[in-house]
């Protein structure tokens, strides 16, 4: 999950005049008693809660009489994701509406309240999952709910996924974007990011991101190899020196601009709301992405250099194996966030070319997959800045690239064009998920649930 990541200390500035609607429509208690539950199951990796979890939720709409043939489950290994449809009246691409069940771990000793229990507290709902990603798990289900209890049935299938291991191999993501219900799906809503930010200071809106694309993650391994010896008799060549020789390297090579459509419109978006030589330079970029100081003026921005080029750096080092010896072996990983559409076979060849030293092997580490930028789709970006107004008139609504990683990547892959949006306005101080002490204002958390059944109801043509 990723919530504005890019943007979320960036936003000191309100120039928007939106204000937050005043009465949210009456709640349901039982949409309450859902997200409850489901915070109660530890749904980490190696905990086997998703089938339990799976068990409750499909439980509750089969109570409701979602008929158990719109109900599939898709176990891979341990983990159990679920597909629920609501037949459409007519023929038609399906629409795809996701969110995961899983989560990252929390130690309970560590948190202040238990983080496998709902605790509603001074206007925030605490738990592990509260934002990431369970909020759009009872989203998903208050829609399925909603629409049958209002008689509701929309033109085209609607199908709802819920994800078993996005925090960990994303596999079960593949299978539910591969079964027949989903893979002529004609794109998706991911719920598990994009969102409003609020300023931090006065709570105003600043602006509404929509996820249309993911950097590639990749890492590589640079190794030196030595014959080593005693350290009392240095050689000329050492594993330690070359290593660190071929780091200054990677730290100096700075991969070429880019940009497409989406960041430049996000970049311009963001310019807008955000004063100073940075917001001169993200509005100049955005205008021109030839524009050497604009571009170098955001390269000395952690928030923005990530949307303007590929970006590589060192995390892990390890070498030597005794203090009086000579290093035998010498690693480092370097870890990079790929802009879309370049391969991962390039940045390594700008790698080895930079590192220029034949004797540092680089080679890339698991399988990096990349995946295809979802062009933004009017209708669908009309839909959601509609959803968005509702509560929160005249804010910007912008497209925007992530850095981190959402089941987005793995539908863009298999061909479902994805555009995240929770619905979920917050704080950057607000921000928690994966962290300790996890929480959403409560008032988010019931406008992520209309945001879904809105856009359920819009892009669907739900009627009577
Ligand atoms: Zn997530």
Redesign the pocket.
């Known amino acids: ?1 990723n919530l504005n990541r890019p943007t979320l200390t960036i936003l000191a500035v309100t120039l928007l005049a939106a204000t937050a609607a005043a009465d949210p429509v009456p709640r349901d208690p039982a949409i309450r008693e859902i997200y409850a539950r489901i915070i109660g199951f530890r749904t980490a990796a190696g905990h086997d809660q998703t089938k339990p979890m799976v068990a409750y939720l499909s439980g509750v709409l089969t109570k409701a009489g979602v008929p158990a043939s719109d109900i599939v489950t898709l176990d891979r290994g341990e983990a159990r994701a679920m597909i629920v449809r609501v037949p459409g009246r007519e023929r038609g691409r399906p629409i795809l509406f996701s969110a ?1 069940m899983d989560v990252v771990d929390a130690r309970p000793e560590e948190w202040e309240r238990s983080p496998f229990e709902l605790v509603e507290e001074n206007g925030y709902f605490y738990g592990r999952g509260t934002t ?2 369970k909020a759009g798990v009872a989203a998903l289900m208050s829609t399925i709910l909603r629409l049958r209890a209002e008689g509701l049935v929309p033109a085209r299938d609607l199908v709802f996924g819920f994800v078993a291991d ?1 925090e960990t191999g994303m596999e079960t993501t593949a299978l539910i974007a591969a079964h027949p219900w989903v893979r002529d799906a004609e794109f998706a809503i991911n719920t ?1 990011a994009g969102g409003g930010l609020l300023d931090d200071a006065t709570g105003k809106p600043l602006i509404y991101l929509v996820q249309g694309a993911e950097k590639t993650y990749a890492s590589f391994e640079l190794t030196v190899t030595n014959p080593g010896g005693h350290s009392s008799r240095p050689r000329a060549d050492n594993a330690i020196y070359q290593l660190a020789h071929a780091l200054d390297k990677v730290e100096a090579y700075h991969f070429p601009v880019m940009a497409n459509d989406l960041t430049r419109a996000y970049l311009g978006a963001v310019g807008q709301v955000k004063e100073g030589e940075v917001g001169a330079a993200l509005r100049r970029f955005a205008a021109d992405p030839d524009d050497v100081a604009a571009a170098a003026t955001l390269a000395k921005s952690p928030e923005f250099v990530g949307t303007t080029r590929t970006t590589c750096v060192a995390t892990m080092l390890q070498a030597g194996h005794a203090e009086n010896a000579l290093p035998q072996t010498a690693k480092a990983t370097v870890n990079c966030r790929i802009f879309p559409a370049v391969p991962v076979e390039t940045v390594r060849d700008a790698l080895v070319a930079a590192v220029a030293d034949p004797g540092v092997k680089i080679t890339t580490l698991d399988d990096p997959e990349a995946s295809p930028v979802s062009v933004m789709r009017p209708d669908v970006v009309a839909a959601i800045t509609r959803a968005v107004h509702a509560d929160y008139p005249g804010v910007t609504v912008s497209p925007y690239l992530e850095s981190g990683g ?1 089941d987005g990547k793995v539908y863009r892959t298999a061909g479902i064009p994805s555009f995240a949006s929770s619905g979920l306005f917050a704080k950057p101080s607000e921000m928690y998920a994966h962290g300790l002490n996890e929480r959403l204002p409560v008032k988010s958390f019931y406008e992520g649930l209309d945001h879904i059944y809105r856009l359920a109801v819009d892009l669907g043509g739900a009627g009577k």
């Open positions: 999950m995961h990431d990603n996005e598990d959402t």
